[in-house]
């Protein structure tokens, strides 16, 4: 299998999505690790297993409609809504992400395609990173993380500073921009679970950025700068945790959507941007849209 992705943009040929065939609903909170989930569980809004495949399937014909390969993770024992989090490629390397204890047995359901790949890095699982948090823009690859005393017990907290190390010896022709964000067991509109929870490239030269989920102001200010003020979409922290930012680009012209967002889609089609819709209702109880359930493979190089 060829696989190769420079771009968040640029014309997507093969993707792996996330199912729902074996989703269980937790025994008990204990059993959740964000604050979204948490929260659903809590009023009894968990969601449901056939509303959660009906509304992948959605999002499988959309893809298959634009002419991409997709491909699914195989069937474990275990919830595997979010491919995303599993692994990243960048150029011709798939990272294999050392996630959260609580949730390697979904990384067996990579089992098929890494088979297929011949460039896999490994990281010890140290070094915790997961793939919502990398975000490739070209010869750049902005990368979220949390670097706070309290990271152990920060549940909400997935990539480290020793992952992204890693990465830079590793990627010697990419430069590497950190990005620390704000994170929050309890509350939605204070964490950023993911960088593409925050921040997500679109079209040729513009990006949706929620501001306020960036710890770091140093930081903040060179994406700011990366892209230029006119160039971006800003959303409010409330936005942010209804997942404004969780959009898919399946081109440079197309964008992959929750109906809901009505502000975002007027911006997107004010850009001249092609928007496909979907309702992503259930599956956004989850703490994830669009962009966590796809990890693409192969797009177009730019």
């Not at 989930?37 to 959660?52: A, Q, T």
């Not at 990243?88 to 294999?96: G, R």
């Not at 359901?109 to 011949?118: E, P, R």
């Not at 911006?267 to 309702?279: A, C, L, S, T, Y």
Request: aromatic share 10%; hydrophobic share 40%.
């Amino acid at each position: 299998m060829n696989i190769l992705v420079n771009s968040e943009t640029s014309d997507l040929k093969e993707v792996l999505i996330g199912n729902s065939y074996n989703f269980k609903s937790p025994i008990n909170f204990r059993d959740l690790y964000d604050p979204t989930s948490l929260i659903n569980y809590l009023k009894g809004k968990y969601p449901i297993k056939f509303r959660l495949q009906n509304q992948l399937s959605r999002l499988k014909n959309i893809l298959i409609k634009y002419g991409v390969e997709v491909h699914e993770l195989d069937n474990v024992d275990t919830n595997q809504i979010f491919s995303r989090d599993l692994g990243f490629v960048i150029d011709d390397k798939f990272f294999l992400s050392s996630i959260i204890p609580d949730r390697e047995l979904e990384l067996k359901g990579l089992k098929s395609v890494l088979k297929n790949i011949d460039n896999v890095v490994r990281l010890p699982k140290s070094a915790h990173i997961e793939g919502g948090d990398v975000v490739v823009d070209k010869n750049y690859v902005f990368i979220g993380y949390y670097g706070k005393n309290d990271y152990k017990n920060q549940i909400t907290a997935r990539t480290n500073k020793k992952a992204i190390k890693i990465i830079k010896d590793k990627l010697i022709d990419k430069e590497i921009f950190p990005l620390e964000l704000i994170k929050s067991s309890l509350k939605p509109s204070l964490n950023a679970l993911h960088l593409d929870c925050c921040f997500q490239p679109v079209s040729k030269n513009k990006a949706v950025i929620c501001k306020e989920a960036f710890a770091n102001k140093i930081e903040l200010n060179f994406l700011i700068s990366h892209f230029g003020e006119h160039n971006i979409f800003e959303i409010t922290l409330k936005e942010m945790s209804k997942l404004y930012c969780n959009f898919f680009s399946i081109n440079e012209n197309t964008v992959v959507t929750d109906k809901r967002f009505g502000r975002l889609i007027s911006w997107f089609r004010k850009i001249g941007m092609n928007v496909e819709m979907v309702d992503f209702t259930e599956i956004s109880k989850l703490g994830g849209l669009f962009r966590c359930c796809t990890l693409p493979l192969r797009r177009e190089k730019i």
